[in-house]
């Protein structure tokens, strides 16, 4: 038995996909669940300084929105004639319709600015310098506290996505005030308590003065930018309820149990990343979760902001009551749990592989696939019985297969050519092939392809068998079964001799211009002559060859207006040519007379031809069960290929992953992380012990010896480049030595990055290099190593505080993986050195204990 | 350490024993491209700079010197000797084969050939009834209902605890108490790492376990048991107390397990295809068990390998 304790929101389909997954391995499991909040939520949108009731728990409630939609569109109405004259004022003229928009808004609150407001923190964040738009943000603001304190529904945790803005916000409120001086008293001991255990440079801090005087005023602010003692200290007070107002991003949703009265949604777009997008279902549930605390309130209340415009119904119900997304594997293979696996004997990657959630699908219907392959298997095959003894069908049927391959790509061939363009006019007779196995048709062009009609129109003859007595409205799809059907002929040897008689006809086609229309239905089906005839569309692979003659057609009258005398004309024309003997005229030879040079064509024109003689000397040639045990034999053949297939599917290489394994190994033996025989070698071990960089290029750089002639703060400083994780960082500014190391470092990743495209994987060196390797701090942690102090440090980059703790602290981690590392080479400098380095950055504010352990 | 092995040997067999080891030793000469080293010779290091000093060297006036017999390996700018006769180094997942020597609280403690013994916790230990959960008092009090002192159990090397003491997992179906069988002790150098360790050799109805240590286990075949079977624990124990492991098997336990001392004491490396080999060769010569040990298998083993290193000299030539 096993417990699983799961505390996210979690959909009925995705629970059982959940609990399916983890009974494949263990073969009881029992759920038991809640699926109702303790506490009800009630979703609203705040616009225009009121509050519009859109959700109650998981129902959406359209009155809302559509109360609030009508209160937009007044305005809007309302305002666009008076501000017309207002517009001209304004100035910009790149961002007029936005404009309109705010002005429209604008109004009618006590806006009085001029500049948009936009939707995405990131842009508003740009032109913050703004005065305009910074009393619009704050008077927005205020509106919305106001309206809260009114409703007393604080305190309140406001969603913001992304740093900066969550500190832009709060700074906003500068005039804010929501404390009681006994709070503030609180507020200030806590504050005094918590910060005594810095030393006195530290509690100077910029960061620790600006949200201390916040705080003050019941404003918090929570995010990864802040020192970590910081966001300990902000938690806690929020947790006592001192804090009215938390400025938070999406962390503190996720790690923090800190509900509070409401909860608010700045927007409901995010960065995640790569680009911007709604929020998704699950996250908004997360976030809105944090509403409604236990025991306290009655009832939650969630709030969306709307600033210009209020949010589309489809998208409101998307994250409100929406599917949450399907659960989707965050297997990744990486080289260490690889390594991890060999050196055990116990587990092999594969069956890891088969376990994860990636290949659960596949996995799941193994036990159908293996009762399907035993059922193909059981099929009884009919054995065939030659009646000449000795069955040779087997060989035949191969070149039968390989002859029509051959002559697939000789047609292919013969269309493209040039010349074959020149024959394909109308008029021209050929032979098609058949939807029937074994007959070819003889028939005429009479349309070639246009822009508009993709295919060619050709009159055929069909024989007298039944299926060309179907009805006119037959349908089309048959053309497609054609192709299914093949069974070579010898259709291409002619004799040579007869060639020479032929007739020339060379009449030009018809040069009255016709409109191009077509007014008989594919295929027009008739019988003219004593023969019955089709008229129907082709594609040029259909084509089996060319014959020489020519014969004149009337190409409109046969297509526009059907006229039984134009067809019977044809249908005789056509008669001519079948000579005694052979069913068509002479073909063209592709090689001769349709001037093919491609050289591999003309190859396989040739084999094809050797290949028929072959065929010819076989005795099945003759037999006449030929045809019989042809199919049978191509319907084993299919069987075959279904179990063969089926097989596939069970296999260890089926699995999606397999291709990524086998190259990832490929390259661990490259680089003698292991030998032949998969057994991990030194390097391989050492490559184990590396969890917080990427284990190859940390492995290379140790194997290397990067850091011999590296001072331990030196060495240190370039380490970071592997645990530091923000893109776009201001340049740090490197001593020459440090910059020669980094340089060596990148065109290690470089080599690796090559290395792994080698073999296939998904790798671009240069974005592989970039992604693990990020130089932004080294010169602060070179700085910190160097016994400078956090304020200093601080000033030398635009990294947050809270992120340059973050990368210290897990540079610490690396140092002692590196120290292992180095015990397992057996090199105690190096063990040495990583010691001192690890000393050098462990001191002050970065390595402070945290409140929560040591209690305030 | 295994009981030296001491064979008569007549004039001719003499001459014909000398003879191998000098072929063997010729081919090992003509093979082997590692440079071999002893304590205090300089590995020459090319004066290129930046070399990493691993295990086994030491830098003396401003040179690279051995502080071991080995044959010398470099990785990139790593440069170690590899000592050819050492004892037994655990690594990270290795499996080993051990005797019990001590319990102690939550704790068995092995004796693994290794410097130190080996420590193998209640809780790197599956339960005999399946579960997964938190032991207890109870289940330290019963400890000995698992493993008893000198007992032989197989288990995987988990690592170093920061203390420096060396711990063991047997959270395995493979794990466990070894029965019916000979613990075989061989110097550990002559076990390479494998991909497998473990042998089925079904031709024989016997389990092999080529421990890393050194230790190997020549036992009756089991059949891994479901974890899910726990009811009738009390019947299957009396079910294997009644049968008895048949004549048949034991003589081939006892041929491999003379096959390994053969290949030990010859010196040669020990791997499953080499053991099988000379078993089948015993066989199919027809020398008795008790034989195997003697004058002449000894002398014809060790050309046996000669001609095995030819051919496959030759194969590498092409």
């Given at each position: 038995?096993?417990?699983l304790?799961?505390?996210?929101?979690?959909?009925?389909?995705?629970?059982?996909?959940?609990?399916?997954?983890?009974?494949?391995?263990?073969?009881?499991?029992?759920?038991?669940?809640?699926s109702?909040?303790?506490?009800?939520?009630?979703?609203?949108?705040?616009?225009?300084?009121e509050?519009?009731?859109?959700?109650d728990?998981?129902v959406?409630?359209?009155?809302?929105?559509?109360?609030?939609?009508?209160v937009?569109?007044k305005?809007?109405?309302?305002?666009?004639?008076?501000?017309?004259?207002?517009l001209?004022g304004?100035?910009?003229?790149?961002?007029?319709?936005?404009?309109?928009e705010?002005?429209?808004?604008?109004?009618?609150?006590?806006?009085?600015?001029?500049?948009?407001?936009?939707?995405?923190?990131?842009?508003?964040?740009?032109?913050?310098?703004?005065?305009?738009?910074?009393?619009?943000?704050?008077?927005?603001?205020f509106?919305l506290?106001?309206?809260?304190?009114?409703?007393?529904?604080?305190?309140?945790?406001?969603?913001?996505?992304?740093?900066?803005?969550?500190?832009?916000s709060a700074?906003?409120?500068?005039?804010?005030?929501?404390?009681?001086?006994?709070?503030?008293?609180?507020?200030?001991?806590?504050?005094?308590?918590?910060?005594s255990?810095?030393?006195?440079?530290?509690?100077?801090?910029?960061?620790?003065?600006?949200?201390?005087?916040?705080?003050?005023?019941?404003?918090?602010?929570?995010?990864?930018?802040?020192?970590?003692i910081?966001?300990?200290?902000?938690?806690?007070?929020?947790?006592?309820?001192?804090?009215?107002?938390?400025?938070?991003?999406?962390?503190?949703?996720?790690?923090?149990?800190?509900?509070?009265?409401t909860?608010?949604?700045?927007?409901?777009?995010?960065?995640?990343?790569?680009?911007?997008?709604?929020?998704?279902?699950?996250?908004?549930?997360?976030?809105?979760?944090?509403?409604?605390?236990?025991?306290?309130?009655?009832?939650?209340?969630?709030?969306?902001?709307?600033?210009?415009?209020?949010?589309?119904?489809?998208?409101?119900?998307?994250?409100?009551?929406?599917k949450?997304?399907?659960?989707e594997?965050?297997?990744?293979?990486?080289?260490t749990?690889?390594?991890?696996?060999?050196?055990?004997?116990?587990?092999k990657?594969?069956?890891?592989?088969?376990?994860?959630?990636?290949?659960?699908?596949?996995?799941?219907?193994l036990?159908?696939t293996?009762?399907?392959?035993?059922?193909?298997?059981?099929?009884?095959?009919?054995?065939?019985?030659?009646?000449?003894?000795?069955?040779?069908?087997?060989?035949?049927?191969?070149?039968?297969?390989?002859?029509?391959?051959?002559?697939?790509?000789?047609?292919?061939?013969?269309?493209?050519?040039?010349?074959?363009?020149?024959?394909?006019?109308?008029?021209?007779?050929?032979?098609?092939?058949?939807?029937?196995?074994d007959?070819?048709?003889?028939?005429?062009?009479?349309?070639?392809?246009?822009?508009?009609?993709?295919?060619?129109?050709v009159l055929v003859?069909?024989?007298?068998?039944?299926?060309s007595?179907?009805?006119?409205?037959?349908?089309?799809?048959?053309l497609?079964?054609?192709?299914?059907?093949?069974?070579?002929?010898?259709y291409?040897?002619?004799?040579?001799?007869?060639?020479?008689?032929?007739?020339?006809?060379?009449?030009?086609?018809?040069?009255?211009?016709?409109?191009?229309?077509?007014?008989?239905?594919?295929?027009?089906?008739?019988?003219?002559a004593?023969?019955?005839?089709?008229?129907r569309e082709?594609?040029?692979?259909?084509?089996m060859?060319?014959?020489?003659?020519?014969?004149?057609?009337?190409?409109?009258?046969?297509?526009?207006n059907?006229?039984?005398?134009?067809y019977?004309k044809?249908?005789?024309?056509?008669?001519?040519?079948?000579?005694?003997?052979?069913?068509?005229?002479?073909?063209?030879?592709?090689?001769?007379?349709?001037?093919?040079?491609?050289?591999?064509?003309?190859?396989?024109?040739?084999?094809?031809?050797?290949?028929?003689?072959?065929?010819?000397?076989?005795?099945?040639?003759?037999?006449?069960?030929?045809?019989?045990?042809?199919?049978?034999?191509?319907?084993q053949?299919?069987?075959?290929?279904e179990?063969?297939?089926?097989?596939?599917?069970?296999?260890?290489?089926?699995?999606?992953?397999?291709?990524?394994?086998?190259?990832?190994?490929?390259?661990?033996?490259?680089?003698?992380c292991?030998?032949?025989?998969?057994?991990?070698?030194?390097?391989?071990?050492?490559?184990?012990?590396?969890?917080?960089?990427?284990?190859?290029?940390?492995?290379?750089?140790?194997?290397?010896?990067?850091?011999?002639?590296?001072?331990?703060?030196e060495?240190?400083?370039?380490?970071?480049?592997?645990?530091?994780?923000?893109?776009?960082?201001?340049?740090?500014?490197?001593?020459?030595?440090?910059?020669?190391?980094?340089?060596?470092?990148?065109?290690?990743?470089?080599?690796l990055?090559?290395?792994?495209?080698?073999?296939?994987?998904?790798?671009?060196?240069?974005?592989y290099?970039?992604?693990?390797?990020?130089?932004?701090?080294?010169?602060?942690?070179?700085?910190?190593?160097?016994?400078?102090?956090?304020?200093?440090?601080?000033?030398?980059?635009?990294?947050?505080?809270?992120?340059?703790?973050r990368t210290?602290?897990?540079l610490d981690?690396?140092?002692?993986?590196?120290?292992?590392?180095?015990?397992?080479?057996?090199?105690?400098a190096?063990?040495?050195?990583?010691?001192?380095?690890?000393?050098?950055?462990?001191?002050?504010?970065?390595?402070?204990?945290?409140?929560?352990?040591?209690?305030? | 350490?295994?009981?030296?092995?001491?064979?008569s040997l007549?004039?001719?067999?003499k001459?014909?024993?000398?003879?191998?080891?000098?072929?063997?030793?010729?081919i090992?000469?003509?093979?082997?491209?590692?440079?071999?080293?002893?304590?205090?010779?300089?590995?020459?290091?090319?004066?290129e700079?930046?070399?990493?000093?691993?295990?086994?060297?030491s830098?003396?006036?401003?040179?690279v010197?051995?502080?071991?017999?080995?044959?010398?390996?470099?990785?990139?700018?790593?440069?170690?000797?590899?000592?050819?006769?050492?004892?037994?180094?655990?690594?990270?997942?290795?499996?080993?084969?051990?005797?019990?020597?001590?319990i102690?609280p939550?704790?068995?403690?092995?004796?693994?050939?290794?410097?130190?013994d080996?420590?193998?916790?209640l809780?790197?230990?599956n339960?005999?009834?399946?579960?997964?959960?938190?032991?207890?008092?109870?289940?330290?009090?019963?400890?000995?209902?698992?493993?008893?002192?000198?007992?032989?159990?197989c288990a995987?090397?988990?690592?170093?605890?920061?203390?420096?003491?060396?711990?063991?997992?047997?959270?395995?179906?493979?794990?466990?108490?070894?029965?019916?069988?000979?613990?075989?002790?061989?110097?550990?150098?002559?076990?390479?790492?494998?991909?497998?360790?473990?042998?089925?050799?079904e031709?024989?109805?016997?389990?092999?376990?080529?421990?890393?240590?050194?230790?190997?286990?020549?036992?009756?075949?089991?059949?891994?048991?479901?974890?899910e079977?726990?009811e009738?624990?009390?019947?299957?124990?009396?079910?294997?107390?009644?049968?008895?492991?048949?004549?048949?098997?034991?003589?081939?336990?006892?041929?491999?397990?003379?096959?390994?001392?053969?290949?030990?004491?010859?010196?040669?490396?020990?791997?499953v295809?080499?053991?099988?080999?000379?078993?089948?060769?015993?066989?199919?010569?027809?020398?008795?068990?008790?034989?195997?040990?003697?004058?002449?298998f000894?002398v014809?083993?060790?050309?046996r390998?000669?001609?095995?290193?030819?051919?496959l000299?030759?194969?590498?030539?092409?």
């Amino acid at each position: 038995m096993l417990t699983l304790f799961c505390f996210q929101p979690l959909s009925q389909t995705q629970l059982n996909l959940l609990t399916g997954l983890v009974a494949q391995s263990k073969k009881k499991i029992r759920v038991l669940g809640t699926s109702k909040r303790p506490v009800p939520l009630e979703h609203c949108l705040f616009y225009s300084g009121e509050l519009y009731r859109v959700g109650d728990n998981e129902v959406f409630l359209p009155q809302g929105l559509r109360a609030a939609k009508e209160v937009h569109k007044k305005k809007n109405s309302g305002m666009l004639a008076s501000n017309s004259g207002a517009l001209l004022g304004g100035g910009h003229g790149a961002n007029q319709p936005r404009q309109r928009e705010n002005f429209s808004r604008g109004k009618g609150q006590m806006h009085s600015g001029s500049q948009s407001t936009s939707n995405f923190p990131g842009t508003s964040g740009a032109n913050s310098s703004n005065w305009g738009q910074r009393k619009s943000e704050s008077s927005l603001w205020f509106l919305l506290l106001h309206k809260l304190l009114k409703k007393s529904l604080l305190p309140v945790v406001i969603f913001c996505f992304s740093k900066n803005r969550c500190d832009k916000s709060a700074d906003n409120l500068k005039s804010a005030d929501l404390t009681s001086s006994s709070e503030k008293s609180e507020i200030r001991i806590f504050c005094d308590k918590a910060f005594s255990r810095l030393k006195g440079s530290d509690r100077n801090l910029p960061q620790i003065v600006r949200v201390q005087s916040l705080l003050r005023r019941g404003i918090g602010v929570h995010h990864a930018g802040l020192l970590p003692i910081v966001k300990e200290v902000v938690e806690m007070l929020f947790c006592r309820g001192v804090i009215k107002v938390l400025f938070s991003t999406e962390t503190f949703a996720m790690g923090v149990n800190a509900p509070a009265r409401t909860a608010v949604f700045d927007s409901l777009r995010k960065y995640d990343g790569k680009d911007f997008r709604q929020l998704l279902p699950g996250e908004y549930i997360q976030m809105a979760g944090r509403a409604g605390r236990r025991g306290l309130d009655d009832i939650g209340t969630v709030i969306l902001m709307c600033r210009d415009d209020i949010p589309e119904e489809s998208d409101l119900k998307h994250v409100m009551v929406g599917k949450p997304t399907k659960l989707e594997s965050q297997f990744r293979l990486t080289y260490t749990m690889i390594l991890h696996l060999l050196r055990v004997e116990e587990l092999k990657v594969e069956d890891m592989l088969k376990r994860s959630f990636a290949e659960f699908h596949a996995q799941k219907n193994l036990p159908e696939t293996k009762k399907l392959l035993l059922l193909k298997l059981s099929e009884s095959t009919k054995s065939i019985e030659c009646i000449k003894g000795e069955p040779a069908i087997e060989e035949y049927f191969e070149m039968a297969v390989q002859a029509e391959a051959y002559r697939d790509h000789i047609s292919e061939a013969v269309m493209q050519s040039q010349s074959a363009h020149h024959f394909l006019s109308p008029g021209k007779v050929v032979v098609v092939k058949s939807q029937s196995d074994d007959d070819h048709l003889l028939g005429v062009i009479i349309k070639t392809p246009s822009s508009t009609h993709k295919k060619y129109v050709v009159l055929v003859l069909t024989t007298d068998m039944a299926s060309s007595v179907q009805s006119p409205s037959a349908p089309m799809n048959k053309l497609k079964e054609k192709e299914n059907s093949n069974t070579p002929q010898g259709y291409f040897i002619q004799p040579k001799g007869k060639r020479g008689m032929d007739e020339e006809y060379f009449t030009s086609v018809s040069s009255r211009k016709g409109t191009g229309a077509i007014n008989i239905k594919f295929p027009y089906r008739g019988n003219a002559a004593g023969m019955n005839y089709e008229v129907r569309e082709i594609e040029s692979k259909e084509f089996m060859g060319f014959c020489h003659p020519k014969i004149k057609i009337d190409q409109i009258s046969i297509l526009e207006n059907p006229n039984n005398a134009v067809y019977s004309k044809t249908v005789q024309q056509l008669l001519e040519h079948r000579l005694d003997g052979t069913k068509y005229p002479p073909l063209l030879d592709p090689v001769k007379d349709l001037k093919l040079k491609d050289m591999i064509a003309v190859e396989s024109y040739q084999k094809h031809n050797k290949l028929l003689q072959k065929m010819a000397e076989n005795k099945c040639h003759g037999c006449i069960k030929l045809k019989e045990h042809l199919l049978l034999l191509k319907e084993q053949n299919k069987l075959m290929e279904e179990v063969n297939a089926l097989k596939f599917q069970m296999s260890d290489e089926a699995l999606q992953q397999m291709p990524d394994f086998q190259g990832r190994i490929d390259v661990l033996k490259e680089i003698h992380c292991i030998d032949s025989d998969l057994v991990v070698q030194i390097k391989g071990r050492v490559a184990c012990e590396m969890n917080s960089g990427d284990e190859l290029i940390c492995t290379e750089c140790l194997f290397e010896n990067q850091f011999d002639d590296l001072e331990p703060e030196e060495a240190v400083a370039i380490m970071s480049a592997f645990v530091f994780q923000q893109k776009n960082t201001s340049e740090p500014t490197l001593t020459p030595k440090l910059a020669q190391a980094k340089k060596r470092l990148w065109d290690t990743a470089i080599k690796l990055g090559e290395l792994q495209a080698q073999f296939k994987l998904a790798v671009y060196p240069d974005e592989y290099a970039k992604e693990n390797l990020k130089f932004g701090l080294v010169e602060v942690v070179y700085e910190w190593a160097k016994g400078t102090s956090f304020a200093d440090i601080c000033a030398l980059t635009d990294v947050p505080e809270g992120l340059i703790v973050r990368t210290i602290v897990r540079l610490d981690e690396t140092c002692r993986e590196f120290k292992n590392a180095a015990s397992i080479m057996g090199n105690s400098a190096l063990h040495k050195k990583m010691e001192t380095a690890s000393d050098a950055i462990k001191r002050d504010i970065v390595f402070a204990a945290s409140l929560y352990v040591t209690g305030v | 350490m295994m009981r030296e092995l001491h064979v008569s040997l007549n004039q001719t067999q003499k001459v014909r024993l000398q003879a191998a080891f000098q072929h063997l030793s010729d081919i090992g000469s003509q093979a082997s491209s590692g440079l071999l080293v002893s304590v205090s010779d300089t590995i020459p290091v090319n004066n290129e700079d930046g070399i990493l000093k691993g295990h086994g060297t030491s830098e003396h006036d401003g040179q690279v010197v051995a502080t071991l017999c080995g044959v010398v390996e470099r990785v990139n700018k790593l440069v170690y000797v590899r000592a050819l006769r050492a004892r037994y180094k655990p690594e990270v997942g290795d499996i080993i084969v051990g005797r019990v020597i001590e319990i102690a609280p939550k704790r068995w403690k092995l004796e693994i050939n290794f410097s130190q013994d080996a420590v193998l916790m209640l809780q790197s230990m599956n339960l005999p009834d399946g579960i997964q959960r938190r032991r207890t008092v109870v289940d330290e009090l019963n400890m000995r209902t698992i493993f008893e002192e000198n007992d032989v159990i197989c288990a995987e090397v988990r690592g170093f605890q920061h203390d420096g003491s060396l711990h063991l997992q047997a959270r395995s179906q493979k794990y466990g108490k070894l029965e019916r069988g000979q613990l075989l002790r061989v110097p550990a150098y002559l076990v390479k790492r494998r991909k497998q360790h473990f042998h089925d050799l079904e031709q024989y109805g016997v389990d092999l376990i080529l421990g890393c240590n050194g230790f190997i286990w020549v036992g009756e075949h089991v059949v891994p048991a479901d974890n899910e079977m726990v009811e009738d624990q009390e019947s299957t124990l009396k079910d294997k107390e009644q049968s008895y492991t048949p004549l048949e098997i034991r003589q081939n336990i006892c041929r491999i397990a003379n096959s390994v001392r053969l290949i030990s004491a010859l010196g040669f490396a020990i791997s499953v295809d080499a053991i099988i080999d000379t078993a089948e060769a015993s066989k199919s010569s027809n020398i008795d068990i008790k034989d195997m040990l003697g004058a002449e298998f000894y002398v014809q083993t060790a050309e046996r390998e000669v001609q095995k290193r030819i051919s496959l000299l030759k194969k590498k030539r092409g």
